[in-house]
């Protein structure tokens, strides 16, 4: 294979991982996993200028290569975040020197895994490689080692587990599907001829494999009621993992949901896979809003505002139709940027406070003003007040099924304002009123964390046309 | 593919839902791993056959994989932790037996009336396949969330894999089943060390699910 940008975004991941493996320290360690993660995201934006060819293993079209920036530029950031946060962990003795070329390793494993999984051109391929990033998260949550991380690393791994293997049965009916049309073999798991024989395969057969595909990925997707695994998950891991799992890993997942979607669109007698989505995704809504209420550790809370967002953006491509879709890509974007960004800032206000607990914290505006404000616009964006990126994609999510479905923009409306709501009576025990806890100071990068913003806010006010452009091209080819 | 290479098939493929069935009744933990040691050798024939009847010989790799690999390596390894672990005695019923293999019965019902009418234009091995590796699915699920020790539902997950192995080979033809299956055997490689290397008994003092569910982050 020649060396192009789709093997650039696999390779650079995949040999890093190694190198990191081997090499001792944690200064020269966390640069170099920074400068592994810029070098694929700059590969991952070259796929925009040269678009290399598709195989059978490895495919590139408009709606991975969005995932593929996306994914490669919040890894980006995370890792220049992850690099101050683990030093800091290191400092107070809470990660063992050990333990910290594994967590380097493990998370260029992790990039290589959910890269491959957006590329694989091939529906087994795919499976493998989500198998793969959930293995490396699981082994990530757990890496603090006591009795909640394992839990929490326990539930995950089984619940994934069966999650996947869900998925896995729904993958080998989608080929005893295609097997009588396209034949024996390999391309009868080849996305792009599957894609162009769907119309011809068997509709029954189809249906339940897409139950057990929506079953299996709605699990990594953390859609209720199969979320249980995601709230610990985010809780006990180190803060740079939940904010991969949140803003990229759950999308992942997503993504291959997507993709089968696609498939079942095109055969005119399966039935329509839209209304099982927005059934789960304003499920998954409203649930997880109502659950923001009751939580005192800061990091669950914001876990379950991860389920919410995830399911309205399922909401959003269960409705289909450029628009719609339109509004789903967007909204999945904007969450990513500003999920890991609010990561970014309790990340390190969990440091300063030595404690998760909301009741233990207090006052940050006043004791860390920049850390207290900027945990204050995340929570303001993520809320999807105007006039930032998630108000314009709620607006949009909300006007466009409008027009179809009014009925459901009411449980939809609900669900948004109960979580905002919900949202801002937690902020204001931890932004604002008298300063709990310790208040020394912090040695935090802010960069990561108002780069995200700063994007988030641009977007509400101001879209590039060839964003715009863009993702309409993939919202059309979305159905 | 009629007479006799078909009826083994559907023998050993039905022999398979019968070791469910069986797991799910046993509430000792060591007659559990040897009754798992049972299901895995069945799944070997079956694959082994399968590999014989579509002329596949990588199937072979898949047969031996689940032969020396399932049941072989894991239930040695399994029992050697629950000796260790000194929870070889120990008994467990969650869900009576009655009640268990009613449920059990009932989602072999279902997965035969949703398997069957759905592939109803397939060849029929396959698709007898399919209706089988489902039923084996779902009570490995079944057997998931009946029990509360994590070795037995390790036990539950790696049965319900077999099924996903016996689908994946009664489909014919289709690729990269046996990377599939290695992918698989990692996974549960790293349960099973999980299981041990973390050590559940000495962090938690138990094995039981239901002590563990007392750490749980929000109750504090």
Redo the contacts between chains.
Sequence with gaps: MTMDALSGVLLIPALSACLLAALPGYRLTARLNVLAAFLTFATAVSLFVVEPKSGPYLLVDDLNKVFIVLTTFVSFTTSAFSASYIGHEIEIGRLKPGYVRFYHAMYQVLMFAMNLALVANNIGLMWVAIEIATLTTVLMVGIYRTHEALEAAWKYFILGSVGIALALFGTILIYMAARPVIGEGLNAMVWTVLVTHAAAFDPALLNVAFVFLLLGYGTKVGLAPLHAWLPDAHAEGPTPISAVLSGLLLNVALYALLRFKMLLALNPVALAPGPLMVAMGLISCVFAAFMLYRRRDIKRMFAYSSIEHMGIIVFAFGMGGPLANFAGLLHMTMHSLTKSAIFFAVGHIAQVKGTQKIADMGGLTVTHPVLGWGLVLGVVAIAGLPPLGIFMSEFLVVSSTFSRQPWLVIILVFGILIALGGLFMQLNKVAFGEPVGPTGPVEASYVPMFAHLAIVFMAGIYLPPALVTGFQNVAKLLG | MHGITFDIAHLLAGSLVVMSFVQLYQDRLSALINVFAAHALVLALSVAWQAFVQEAPHLYITAVIALVFKAIVIPVALRRIIVRLGIHREIETVVGVGPAMLLGIGLVALSMV??L??????DPL?RED?AF??SV?LLG?LM?VTRRN?VS?VIG?MS??NG?VL??TG??????VV??SV?FS??IA??VI?IFL?R?RE??DTVDMQA?DR????K?
């Design positions: 949703v398997m009418r759905v592939t109803a234009d397939a396959a399919l590796a489902l699915v699920l998931m994590a539902q997950f319900l894999e996903l689908a994946a489909a014919k033809g289709m690729p990269l990377e599939i992918a990692v996974l790293f349960i999980g973390f559940i962090r938690f563990m750490f749980r982050g929000e504090r």
